[in-house]
Each structure stands twice: as structure tokens, then as C-alpha cells.
T-cell receptor, first 114, second 113 residues
Framework: AQKITQTQPGMFVQEKEAVTLDCTYDTSDPSYGLFWYKQPSSGEMIFLIYQGSYDQQNATEGRYSLNFQKARKSANLVISASQLGDSAMYFCAMREGIGGDMRFGAGTRLTVKP | NAGVTQTPKFQVLKTGQSMTLQCAQDMNHEYMSWYRQDPGMGLRLIHYSVGAGITDQGEVPNGYNVSRSTTEDFPLRLLSAAPSQTSVYFC????????????FGPGTRLTVL
């Protein structure tokens, strides 16, 4: 069964600095997708970035990038130039190519300090 | 496009009552799902549907029923509410039952007394 692990319950970062949120996963399916979502205090789930298992390059979306290390089964989210509005819960998730339920990690609460 | 919509936003029930959480999407997505979110546990899959007329159980299905009579709607029924079902419920949808991104509704905060 697929499993997603986020080992950092909480993280702090200074405004304008970069921060890395860790995510490791476990799957035996060679085809899978990795996703990051942001959940601000208002509660909605906002999709940030996607990485496919066969993608050769790390995904980037604006200030978000995904540090994908396939052999280590890690998919860390990097946020560059943190802003106060980045303070939120961040969830890592995975879908397998066959039987594509999306499973989530427990989340990391990021606090950006002014 | 409205995306994924959920009603109600908040609900308080007494133990033993039943109710239906509504979910609709206007993106013509085949795959729809229901999650519950409890503190420290991320999101856990309750039920999902890969298309109209097809539903299946997720990780925590007990106490919940679903049906999918149309592509757009995927209601979640609580048969006899229990305090353990106090949670935030999210509906989500994606184009297919594969590697596509899921898009989430705004959530329903349910309290069972």
C-alpha cells in the first residue's frame, strides 16, 4: 500500500528566505504522481505543484519547486523567497498510476516570521 | 466555472441523526471522492467514484454511504451520526482515475453532539 510521510510537524522560516518541506513516499508502482497542496487558515485545499514519476526534470511553479529524488523516494517542496501569506499547512500526496486513489501525508505547518 | 462546490459549510447534528453532504462539480470530471480531515491525520479517503453509477470504498468507509447518479453530483450520506464523525469533510474531483490533479471543494465542518 502506498504511504506518504511528512516528518516535520512544524517549520519556521524568516520572511524572504527559502524553506524546504520534506516528503518521502513508498510505492511499488513504477507509475505515480506526487502532489503538494497548501491549506491556509481559511481551510481550503489549494493545489501547488505536480511531479510525475517519469518526469526527467524537477517541477517548478513560480516560487514553488519540487526536489524529486526518485532513488531516495523523496519529493521535497522548496518555497523560495517566503512571504507572510505562505504561512499555512502543507500536504504532500501521491497517486499511483493503476488504482489512482490520492493518499496524503499528515502535513507540515509552516510559519513565516516577519 | 464554479469548480467543486459543497453544501452546507457548517452543520451540527445530534447523535443518531442522518444527513447528506452535497457535492457538485462542473468540470466534467469522471473521478470524484470524499475525504475527512482530522487534526494530525491529514486527509483520509472515505469513498470514491470513477464514473456515474460506480462507487467504491476508501480507507474509512464505515458509517457513510455514497451514490453517483450523474457525472456532476456525488452526495455523502451519514446514516446515523456519531461523535467520532465530527470532522471536516472535503469533496474532490479529477479528470480521471489516474495521475490527474484533484481539485477540492471548500469543505464542510460537521459537529456531532
Amino acid at each position: 500500500a502506498q504511504k506518504i510521510t511528512q516528518t516535520q510537524p512544524g517549520m519556521f522560516v524568516q520572511e524572504k528566505e527559502a524553506v524546504t518541506l520534506d516528503c518521502t513516499y513508498d510505492t511499488s508502482d513504477p507509475s505515480y504522481g506526487l502532489f503538494w497542496y497548501k491549506q491556509p487558515s481559511s481551510g481550503e485545499m489549494i493545489f501547488l505543484i505536480y511531479q510525475g514519476s517519469y518526469d526527467q526534470q524537477n517541477a517548478t511553479e513560480g516560487r514553488y519547486s519540487l526536489n524529486f529524488q526518485k532513488a531516495r523516494k523523496s519529493a521535497n517542496l522548496v518555497i523560495s523567497a517566503s512571504q507572510l501569506g505562505d504561512s499555512a499547512m502543507y500536504f504532500c500526496a501521491m497517486r499511483e498510476g493503476i488504482g489512482g486513489d490520492m493518499r496524503f501525508g499528515a502535513g507540515t505547518r509552516l510559519t513565516v516570521k516577519p | 466555472n464554479a469548480g467543486v462546490t459543497q453544501t452546507p459549510k457548517f452543520q451540527v447534528l445530534k447523535t443518531g441523526q442522518s444527513m447528506t453532504l452535497q457535492c457538485a462539480q462542473d468540470m466534467n470530471h469522471e473521478y470524484m471522492s470524499w475525504y475527512r480531515q482530522d487534526p494530525g491525520m491529514g486527509l483520509r479517503l472515505i469513498h470514491y467514484s470513477v464514473g456515474a453509477g460506480i462507487t467504491d470504498q476508501g480507507e474509512v468507509p464505515n458509517g457513510y454511504n455514497v451514490s453517483r447518479s450523474t457525472t456532476e453530483d456525488f452526495p455523502l450520506r451519514l446514516l446515523s451520526a456519531a461523535p467520532s464523525q465530527t470532522s471536516v469533510y472535503f469533496c474532490a474531483s479529477s479528470y480521471s482515475y489516474s495521475l490527474d490533479t484533484q481539485y477540492f471543494g471548500p469543505g464542510t465542518r460537521l459537529t456531532v453532539l
